[in-house]
Each structure stands twice: as structure tokens, then as C-alpha cells.
């Protein structure tokens, strides 16, 4: 079996050691596995492409090309669109933050909110406003772009990330904010191994099974009256929080997933 790890070339060096430890565990289940950077396409006898990158029309070409990406075009699509995942988890049923599309501080009635780009990750693009002048300097920054407005959830910056390979639950990782609303661990927040409970199992894997995706983390606010909305779905998701709060390889389970579900 042979296969690709696609990454930009900046996320290539930055994700060197996850890259070096699918080496070692696709070496080990008798997998011939490469790297492929951006600029450069697959050879034909390729029977997979991880694909580690958040380009959804690259990875519709490829799958339009005959190869098996992991995960599909429309899960990269879907999850790095914050309009598409709210709506997608609203038609499933699925607890959600409020949202809508805004196009300048006239539609905003009320403060604090929070605004978003629909593009943005890793916390990135992502602002609490208490006041319109807040706000002004938001769309100033990021006037190029689509952008929705939330109100303010109080969660105590914390939140959940599920890490889900097909439909099951691999792991999951409570993070909290440090001086931040934002709760992600690349900037400074705390992490800690976090159990679920059965009806959160069976709502992560609700969107997994209509995603039909490989690979994601999905992000959910924690309230503090014990229940969660929903966040952000990630593809490609990190995992750095993950290696820190558990013991096992999520490179070792991903590539026996594949070699699965490339053997049914």
C-alpha cells in the first residue's frame, strides 16, 4: 500500500515530528508513505492522500482525479467554514452558538459579542468586542473577509475538543483559557484529559456519521450548567494537547484506520 502526507510547506516543518512518527508507524504496517508538499502532485499508484492542509479545491481535484483523500473535500469544506458547520449542526440537532452572517457594526445590537471570521483557526481571527469602537477595528482588520457575529456564551474559557477517528471517539481534551476567552493550548491555555458522557458520545458521532470523515476534532463550549454548544469542527485538527493528556499514538491509530478501510 502506498500513500501521501500533503502539507503546505510552512505546516510541513512545523509538524516534522507528527510527520516522522507516521513514517515509523506506516513503516511498521507495511506502508510505503511520502511526503508531499504544496506545488507538487501525487504519482497515479497512490492509494491514498492524508491530506493536512485546508485547501478544499485541491482536495476535490484529487478526489475528481480517482484518489482516495482522507478526509473527503467536503468535511475540509465544511469545517473550515463556521457558516457551513452551524448550519450543518442545526440541521442535525445539534446544540449550537447563535450565529449570522455580518457585514458591519450596523447589525450589531448589543454588546459584548463575539466576531469571527468564517475562515479562521487556532483561535486566529477571532475577537471579543464590548464596544462598537471594538468592533470597527475588527472589520477594519479583516474588511476582505466574511464574517459572522455571536453573542458572548460565558463558559469560563473552557471548552472540549473530541478527537474522532471515522466514528468513534479516540480521546478528548478539556482546554481552559489563560487570561483569555480563548481556551486553545497554542496560546497559552491549560489542558487536561476529559471523559464523555454517553449523550456526548452519541452527538460527536452524529456528526461524524454525516460528515462520513477519517479524521476531525470537534470543538465544544463547556457551560457552566453542565451542558455544551458547539463550536468548531477542525480538519485538519492538531494534536498536540492530545499526546500531552494520553498515552497512546494517534499516528499508530490512524494509520490502522486506513489500512482498514482501504482493505473493505
Known sequence: MKGY?????????????????????????????????????????????????RNSSLSKRWESEGFRVVNRSEVNAIANNKLRTYELSTILGIPTIPSKKILSTANIHGYPVVLKTVNGHGGNEVFLCHTQ??????????????????????????????????????????????????????????????????????????????????????DFLLLPDGRWVLNEIEDPVGARSLYKTHDFSIAEKLIQYIQKSLSQ
Not at 10 to 16: G, L, P, V
Not at 25 to 52: H, M, Q, S
Not at 149 to 169: H, K, L, T
Not at 182 to 203: A, D, F, M, P
Open 5 to 53: 502526507l500533503y502539507y503546505t510547506a510552512y505546516e510541513a516543518e512545523r509538524n516534522s515530528g507528527f510527520i516522522d512518527e507516521m513514517y515509523k508507524c506506516a513503516k511498521k504496517a507495511d506502508i510505503t508513505l511520502r511526503l508531499l508538499v504544496e506545488g507538487k502532485e501525487p504519482n497515479r499508484d497512490a492509494d491514498f492522500i492524508l491530506f493536512r492542509d
Open 133 to 218: 469602537e471594538q468592533a470597527d477595528e475588527f472589520f477594519t482588520a479583516f474588511h476582505d473577509k466574511t464574517a459572522i457575529c455571536q453573542p458572548y456564551i460565558e463558559s469560563n474559557a473552557q471548552d472540549v475538543r473530541v478527537f474522532m477517528i471515522g466514528n468513534d471517539v479516540v480521546g478528548a481534551v478539556k482546554r481552559k483559557g489563560n487570561d483569555s476567552f480563548k481556551s486553545n493550548y497554542t496560546l497559552g491555555g491549560s489542558i487536561e484529559k476529559y471523559s464523555l458522557s454517553e449523550w456526548q458520545v452519541r452527538q460527536v458521532q452524529t456528526i461524524a456519521k454525516a460528515l462520513k470523515s477519517d479524521y476531525i476534532g470537534i
